[in-house]
């Protein structure tokens, strides 16, 4: 069932790509320069976006979260090497952080820019057309995956790849918000 939402997914993504290439609007160097993220699976999860909530990337309805200390809609911004930069839309106590991704555990959250930690990657993000990648050794990649919370509408949002039993969706990023936003957010 999972697998099958990953397979209809990723379809998706080369058709897109391809569409893309054939109407020549497909301008893999230009990066969006103020953009929001909203994650995609199957009908699942509709188009809902990802928000911070203490330190972590969440997808979903950021209302619904309300056992966290801190939570808020981010607007991004790109840096040429793909450095994602988010700026709270709510008030909270940071003004600026950047986006990363653990190469141990595949969580996703937002960092002070200054962390030197190894064992986070906060650069070589990328669109293709709208979709949200990751550069790793020059090849693109998109393991996106979100995690149930047990919060209606809410999931964790994380790296790695899915697998049949897993108890992840296979999500898919894209700077675009959905036509109709899902019913939940
Ligand atoms: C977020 O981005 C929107 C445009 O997409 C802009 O209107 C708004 O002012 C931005 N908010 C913040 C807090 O930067
Ligand atoms: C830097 O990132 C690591 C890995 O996520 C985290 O454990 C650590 O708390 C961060 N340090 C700061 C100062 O934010
Ligand atoms: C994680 O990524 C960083 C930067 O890309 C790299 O320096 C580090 O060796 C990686 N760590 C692991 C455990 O793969
Ligand atoms: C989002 O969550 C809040 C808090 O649980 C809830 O009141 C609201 O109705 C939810 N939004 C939608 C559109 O369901």
């Not at 991004?76 to 653990?102: C, H």
């Not at 990649?141 to 949002?157: D, F, P």
Request: glycine fraction near 10%.
């Amino acid at each position: 069932m999972i697998l099958l939402r990953k397979e209809v997914a990723l379809v998706g993504l080369l058709a897109t790509a391809s569409l893309a290439a054939v109407t020549g609007l497909r301008n893999r160097q230009a990066e969006p320069s103020n953009f929001k993220l909203y994650a995609y699976s199957g009908e699942v999860i509709g188009g809902f976006p990802i928000f911070y909530a203490d330190g972590l990337a969440y997808v979903g309805n950021g209302s619904a979260l309300t056992g966290a200390d801190e939570v808020t809609a981010v607007n991004l911004t790109a840096s040429t090497g793909g450095t994602w930069t988010a700026t709270p839309i709510d008030d909270v106590s940071w003004s600026s952080k950047v986006f990363y991704i653990s190469n141990t555990t595949g969580e996703i959250g937002f960092t002070d820019s200054a962390n030197s930690s190894s064992n986070i990657i906060t650069s070589g993000f990328r669109f293709y057309g709208k979709f949200a990648l990751l550069s790793v050794s020059g090849q693109m990649e998109a393991s996106w995956n979100a995690k149930e919370t047990g919060i209606e509408n809410v999931w964790t949002l994380g790296w790695g790849s899915v697998d049949e039993d897993s108890s992840l969706a296979a999500v898919m990023l894209r700077n675009a918000a959905p036509m109709q936003p899902p019913a939940g957010e």
